[in-house]
């Protein structure tokens, strides 16, 4: 079997879970041929993600050239499949996010990505989010290539769904797959019941390797902050806190591991509130080096107003490290108060306050929510497991020779393999 997985922008910082994930489907025997529309320009500080690149082919790499000779092509040789993919396109286009010019450009994206999979002998596409990357793959099968799949993780899906004609995705696709019971419950919302059953919820996994070792408690008084600095992360209302914190004269180091737009506005608000002493910025790291900070740090910090399931949550929990976050989206599936603090979104007062409670914590108890976490973590989200499932899914729907492994539905709806003998 092969499975062609399409994304926008590949490898990503930011989206290191889909590269696990690929290569864990790897370790299953699936056959995995990346296809992106960009991302081989990308300075990539991971060395993992550089040898990534080599093993992806990139839809917008030759230019304007390839994609208007793949969509005549396609036109010409197949006029009827491609009438049909075209007044999809036009629908699809309409009252949609992206002006209609765009989604022509799509159009030509899964012509040309067409040809590609074909060469190959894809069996099965899937994507990761509800965004262009699976409007393409649903052109594609419009053109009369293989079924696909997408998963999808939030927020950006949820916040403008009929945008993305999100329900238009899920009702062509094979199956979805949630990252959580939060999410599958959103994308319930914009299809019928009978769709419901194709929705599998297959969390995002923490690779073996990262988490091999359990590590003891961090007694420093460093608080980290993974991710993107961008307005959803919520990082100027965190320093609003860190500075209530800094107010009571505790000591404290908080680093925030991460760049994005929004690292002008983050610098000046720490030089208005006087903690130049007190935050670091990193910039972008690579994964060995976020773990690194993770194990430096007495507990994570994530001070979001909208998310999925952070990755960072999974690995800092891993590592047997507390989380303080926002009780948003499905961050409270994974974090409770055994194994960490749950505070309101956009009040900077109670996250100050758990930053304050997380460092006045004895060592003994920092230990007892250190190891709560980590127990959590690994029975809910390892990558293998997840890596299993998915294969599981491909197999069945992607019609490829063989048996699919069997598999078990559970009571939260998710579809598990059958157990390792």
């Known amino acids: 079997m092969k499975v062609a997985y399409l994304l926008n922008h590949y490898p990503k910082v930011s989206h290191t879970f889909i590269r696990r994930e690929i290569l864990a489907l790897e370790q299953q025997g699936v056959d995995v041929m990346r296809v992106a529309v960009r991302g081989w320009d990308d300075a990539a500080p991971d060395p993992t993600d550089q040898a990534e690149k080599a093993h992806t082919h990139y839809l917008l790499r030759g230019g304007v050239g ?30 949609a996010d992206r002006p209609l010019p765009v989604h022509f450009i799509y159009l030509a994206e899964a012509c040309l990505a067409l040809a590609m999979l074909r060469e190959q002998g894809v069996d099965h596409v899937h ?21 696909y799949s997408f998963t999808c993780h939030g927020s950006e899906e949820f916040d403008r769904p009929e945008m993305l004609h999100l329900g238009e995705k899920i009702r062509r696709a094979r199956f979805v797959v949630a990252i959580s019971s939060f999410c599958r ?7 019928d019941h009978d769709h419901w059953p194709k ?9 073996p390797a990262f988490h091999a070792t359990a590590a003891a408690p961090a007694s420093g008084r460093r608080l980290l902050a993974v991710g993107r600095l961008c307005e959803q992360k919520g990082h100027l209302l965190m320093l609003e806190a860190a500075a209530l914190v ?9 680093v925030l591991a991460g760049d994005g737009e929004l690292r002008g506005p983050v610098e000046a608000r720490i030089a208005q509130l006087r903690l130049g002493h007190r935050v670091r910025i990193t910039g972008w790291i690579s994964s060995d080096q976020v773990r690194e900070e993770m194990l430096a740090s007495r507990a994570l910090v994530v001070s979001s107003f909208a998310e999925g399931l952070p990755v960072v949550v999974m690995e800092s929990m891993a590592l047997s490290r507390p989380v303080i976050s926002t009780a948003i989206a499905a961050i409270p599936e994974l974090v409770r108060p055994d194994n960490g603090w ?14 304050i409670d997380c460092l006045r914590c004895d060592d003994a108890e920092l230990r007892r929510k250190g190891e709560a976490a980590r127990a959590r973590v690994l029975a809910r989200h390892d990558i293998d497991d997840a890596a299993e499932t998915l294969a599981a899914l491909f197999r069945e729907h992607a019609g490829a020779v063989g048996r699919a492994q069997p598999r078990l539905v559970t009571s939260t709806g998710r579809v598990n393999p059958s157990p390792r003998p």
Not at 199 to 207: A, S
Not at 246 to 254: K, M, P, S, T
Not at 345 to 354: F, R, T
Request: hydrophobic share 50%; glycine share 8%; proline share 8%.
């Open 199 to 207: 929705i599998k919820i297959v969390p995002c996994g923490v690779e």
């Open 246 to 254: 800094a107010a009571l004269g505790l000591e404290f180091e908080l």
């Open 342 to 355: 749950l505070v309101p979104a956009g009040d900077p007062q109670p996250l100050a306050q758990a930053m």
């Open 127 to 147: 994507a990761h989010f509800g965004t262009n990357a699976t409007e393409v793959a649903l052109l594609i099968e419009a053109l009369g290539g293989p079924g």
């Open 185 to 191: 419950s959103q994308v319930y919302r914009w299809v």
């Open 66 to 95: 390839p994609l208007i000779k793949a969509l005549l092509t396609q036109a010409l040789t197949s006029p009827a499949r491609f009438f049909s993919a075209l007044m999809l396109t036009f629908r699809l286009g309409r009252r």
